[in-house]
Nanobody, 126 residues
Framework: QAQLVESGGGLVQTGGSLRLSCAQSGRTFSHDVTAWFRQAPGKERQFVAAISRRTGATLYSDSVKGRFTISRDNAQNTVDLQMNSLKTEDTAVYYC???????????????????WGQGAQVTVSS
């Protein structure tokens, strides 16, 4: 059974850092793409970053580029999201998700992902 479990969320002040981790198991091993999305209250879920298991290629949304770094450890089957210089607008529930293949457009699309974690709350206070 495919499973994704996020950890590492919490409360931090503006300018601080947090690191999220997504532990993967089951058939997600065969999925090339792992991505992070986030959803703030009353807003749609939005793409944050993605990484390819096969090539290591990464993609970031403009809103986090230069502040967030996505990385993966294939031996441990984990994907991390290092978040620096956090802003209040980064407050959201963060989800990791996987899809089988890397396509530059679909990696940013919520509906392209078949497996999701339960989410981790990140709150940035001013």
């Amino acid at each position: 059974q495919a499973q994704l479990v996020e950890s590492g969320g919490g409360l931090v002040q503006t300018g601080g850092s947090l690191r999220l981790s997504c532990a993967q198991s089951g058939r997600t091993f065969s999925h090339d793409v792992t991505a992070w999305f986030r959803q703030a209250p009353g807003k749609e879920r939005q793409f944050v970053a993605a990484i390819s298991r096969r090539t290591g290629a990464t993609l970031y949304s403009d809103s986090v580029k230069g502040r967030f770094t996505i990385s993966r450890d294939n031996a441990q089957n984990t994907v991390d999201l290092q978040m620096n210089s956090l802003k209040t607008e980064d407050t959201a529930v963060y989800y990791c998700a996987t899809q089988p293949a890397w396509h530059r457009i679909s990696v940013q699309v919520v509906k392209a992902y078949s497996t999701w974690g339960q989410g981790a709350q990140v709150t940035v206070s001013s």
